[in-house]
């Protein structure tokens, strides 16, 4: 195993948490993304394990950094750049798996209405969310005051 988790600039499709993790445990990275696509699909916490590792995990280039709180905003700000990136010049693989993602939260959404699945309540994902939106927030109003 690599000595330090970092994602991957040259294998990503959205922000190279997969390809990182891949190259971390050194294992393919489909494996990492089938598996973020099963645990979206199936236990919708992927979303936000996927968030947050995209969050906190240095890209390759800050590999050495370790996390810290103040530089949040900045984190924020690369995560702005790779989307705007993803959006306008959209990879094939991207296109792919998001178009099984689709198929597969459209199929477990059926079968939970069908009652062949157990309803989860997402409205925890929510909340989580916008906990960590409003830490962010006052994290950086009181930086400024300081």
Do not use: H
Not at 9 to 21: E, R, S
Not at 45 to 65: C, H, K, R
Not at 105 to 114: C, F, I, N, Q
Request: with cysteine.
């Amino acid at each position: 195993m690599n000595e330090r988790l970092s994602r991957n600039n040259q294998d990503k499709i959205i922000g190279g948490v997969c390809g990182g993790l891949a190259e971390f445990f050194k294992i393919n990275p489909i494996i990492i993304r089938i598996f973020f696509i099963l645990w979206v699909v199936l236990g919708e916490w992927g979303v936000l394990a996927y968030f947050l590792l995209w969050l906190i995990v240095p890209p390759q280039q800050y590999e050495g950094a370790n996390f810290q709180i103040n530089e949040l905003g900045a984190r924020f700000q690369l995560m702005g750049y790779d989307i705007r990136d993803m959006f306008q010049n959209p990879s094939s693989q991207l296109l792919t798996y998001g178009g099984v993602a689709l198929v597969g939260v459209g199929v477990a959404t059926l079968l939970r209405s069908l009652g062949v699945l157990p309803n989860w309540n997402t409205t925890l994902i929510w909340a989580g969310l916008l906990i960590v939106g409003g830490v962010f927030v006052l994290v950086r109003t009181l930086s400024k005051k300081k």
